[in-house]
């Protein structure tokens, strides 16, 4: 059991307000997760060929100061550091291939969470609300958030375990539900020479999806391949670039229920997660039908 929070906001206006909005959504799902919480939020595109690299030290006390100083003299192109405890986000227009060498040869105690031109990424374990205070979610800004908070079942409490999880750049998912065909798709996968960083069943699910994405299926194609491949009971929302993403298994066991108004489209596993939105009493509510993909761009 686990909760699921998505939010899109519709208008320009509104991106300051992303994270003061979605804060409460994610909270309100503590009684379905206690054990660690996350939140991905896609903001403006950086430049073409910079790239946005998430970062979580396990050791608070990192030197973030003689990474950052390490770096800048590694890649001559420069780059930008955002430290928020034992989160790093950094910037940079080296070669995205490069600087993942350096990260696993040189700093193999830092876990990559995410990369790409949009997304920021910040998960760990803990209450919601904890996790939320600690990274200052309320603080974010941006045009779409995927968030979730976890009660685990199949696997380890750890941050590498806390969703969402990633592949590729700019693509995130989070899962409530479990696969029972996990492991089939992971060694699929290895043979395609796709490394899998844990045992959770998610990551095989978000792998899948973006190697069917690499493959040349957009979104909604890679999602029709996971019905026919996905064995088990689940709810998806996934976050693109420009897009927000949510699919329910065909026997769709898994609640979900979106809210859409002119200003935003809001997506929570119950609706006491929406509950505190503005206009939502006006808003469409809607619960998402089995097997169909809901698909929402910024």
């Keep these: 059991m686990c909760g699921i929070v998505g939010l899109l906001v ?9 994270g003061e909005m979605m ?11 206690p054990d660690s919480a996350g939140m991905a939020v896609f903001s403006e ?14 050791d608070l006390g990192f ?15 420069g780059c930008v550091l955002a430290v928020k405890v034992n989160h790093c986000v950094l910037e940079t227009a080296a070669d995205a291939a490069a600087v993942r ?68 750049e700019d693509f995130c998912l989070v899962h409530n539900g479990s696969l029972s065909n996990p492991h089939s798709i992971r060694r699929k996968l290895e043979l395609q020479g796709i490394h899998f960083d844990t045992d959770n069943d998610t990551e095989a699910a978000c792998r899948f999806l973006e190697w069917r994405m690499r493959e040349g299926d957009d979104l909604e194609a890679a999602l029709q391949r996971g019905f026919e491949e996905f064995d088990g009971f689940y709810t998806f ?11 329910r298994d065909a026997f769709a066991c898994k609640p979900a229920v979106v809210a859409e108004t002119d200003d935003y489209v809001a997506i929570a596993t119950e609706f006491r997660s929406l509950a505190h939105l503005p206009g939502v009493d006006h808003a469409e509510l809607f619960e998402p039908k089995a097997q169909q993909m809901y698909v929402w761009r910024a």
């Design 10 to 18: 519709k208008k320009p206006e509104l991106r300051d307000s992303l």
């Design 23 to 33: 804060v409460p959504m994610l909270v309100g799902m503590t009684e379905r997760g």
């Design 45 to 58: 595109p950086v430049r073409a060929k910079n790239r946005k690299f998430s970062l979580y030290a396990g």
């Design 63 to 77: 030197d973030w100061a003689g990474f950052e100083k390490t770096a800048q003299s590694t890649f001559k192109g």
């Design 101 to 168: 060498r350096w990260l696993s040869d040189g700093y193999p105690g830092l876990h990559l969470l995410s990369v790409g031109r949009s997304i920021d990424l910040y998960k760990d374990t803990g209450l919601p609300a904890e996790v939320a205070a600690r990274y200052d979610f309320r603080s974010m800004r941006g045009t779409h958030v995927v968030g979730h908070t976890r009660m685990a079942t199949e696997s380890a409490v750890t941050p590498a375990h806390a969703h969402p999880y990633t592949a590729g």
């Design 237 to 247: 929302l996934m976050g693109t670039q420009n897009e927000l993403a949510l699919v």
